[in-house]
């Protein structure tokens, strides 16, 4: 997931993100969707939204949820992490 807005302060134990997201299967077709969460900074559930796609993805919709968890905070401001979707 690419971050368009974060704002996390550990000392407060605040985060939120938001960002879209683009997933290519193995054919190479995409999905295209936006998302974003909140929580306390290393960890918060989220939403996201499908809002387009190429090839079989193609007039895709829906939205579902996430939780999202920074692992790691780098010296420059940014953060890694990973999502977990549900089904």
Sequence with gaps: MNALRTDLDFNN???AAAG?????DVDGDQ???SWHNSGDGR???G???YTGGTGK???IS?????????????QDGTAS???TWNR
Excluded: H, S
Aim: proline share 3%; charged share 15%.
């Design 13 to 15: 134990k605040k985060g």
């Design 20 to 24: 879209y997201c683009i997933i290519t």
């Design 31 to 33: 999905a295209y969707l």
């Design 43 to 45: 960890m918060g559930p």
């Design 47 to 49: 939403t996201f939204k």
């Design 57 to 59: 993805y193609k007039g």
């Design 62 to 74: 829906g939205d579902n949820t996430f939780v999202g968890v920074t692992q790691i905070n780098w």
């Design 81 to 83: 992490g990973y999502a």
